[in-house]
């Protein structure tokens, strides 16, 4: 069975640019999950949807930071502008429905802003 | 607010000793208890997890945790570590059917020849 997908791996961009990761949850998840890894602050989580429905954003740093899902299969975490305090690694993770919390990661966009 | 510590930033050993990555929780309701590992450049991947029942959890490539309710601890053992073990190992934490996974600061496993 295919994983979690994100792409890009990598994105190198300027200041100022907009950046468009994006996700595919493994297929038959309801939950979907994008978190943010850094040395600083390690792995925090950004925002949670449940059935294609955003249920907690409260991780999302400030206004530039939006994420979308239109669909099961597919989710998209938009920075705009981006800045350079933006640089790190972002994860997309799936959950079935399920009692217990085992959540499913992707391999992870690494994220530069120069 | 759930919390998890993990002692230890960094831990280096030979090849083939035991080792143990410490795990402590903050919480007095019920838990599920993960351990995951990162390798460089990959995202995470679940080793075990701790959910009810029998307190000694084995998970994937010979590791396994023990979940210590008084203690609040599930400490992760190997008895013969290899070098493609080298990694990052998160420890993290549900409150029961919670969407929240808590992680800690991950420790890093380095195992030299």
């Known amino acids: 069975d295919a994983g979690v997908i994100q792409s890009p791996r990598h994105e190198v961009t300027e200041m100022g640019q907009e950046v468009t990761l994006r996700c595919k949850p493994i297929s038959g998840h309801n939950s979907l999950f994008w978190y943010r890894q850094t040395m600083m602050r390690g792995l925090e989580l950004l925002i949670y949807f449940n059935n294609n429905v955003p249920i907690d954003d409260s991780g999302m740093p400030e206004d530039r930071f939006s994420a979308k899902m239109p669909n099961a299969s597919f989710s998209t975490l938009k920075i705009q502008p981006s800045e350079p305090r933006d640089s790190a690694v972002y994860f997309c993770?799936?959950?079935?429905?399920?009692?217990?919390?085992?959540?499913?990661f992707g391999p992870g966009t690494r994220l530069t802003v120069l | 607010a759930q919390s998890v510590t993990q002692l230890d930033s960094q831990v280096p050993v030979f090849e083939e000793a035991p080792v143990e990555l410490r795990c402590n929780y903050s919480s007095s309701v019920s838990v599920y208890l993960f351990w995951y590992v990162q390798y460089p450049n990959q995202g995470l991947q679940l080793l075990l997890k701790y959910l009810s029942g029998s307190t000694l959890v084995k998970g994937i490539n010979g590791f396994e945790a023990e979940f210590n309710k008084s203690q609040t601890s599930f400490h992760l053992r190997k008895p013969s570590v290899h070098i493609s073990d080298t990694a990052e190992y998160f420890c993290?934490?549900?409150?029961?059917?919670?969407?929240?996974?808590?992680f800690g600061s991950g420790t890093r496993l380095l195992v030299r020849p």
């Open positions: 993290a934490v549900s409150r029961g059917s919670s969407y929240k996974l808590i």
């Open positions: 993770a799936s959950r079935p429905k399920r009692a217990d919390n085992e959540q499913f």
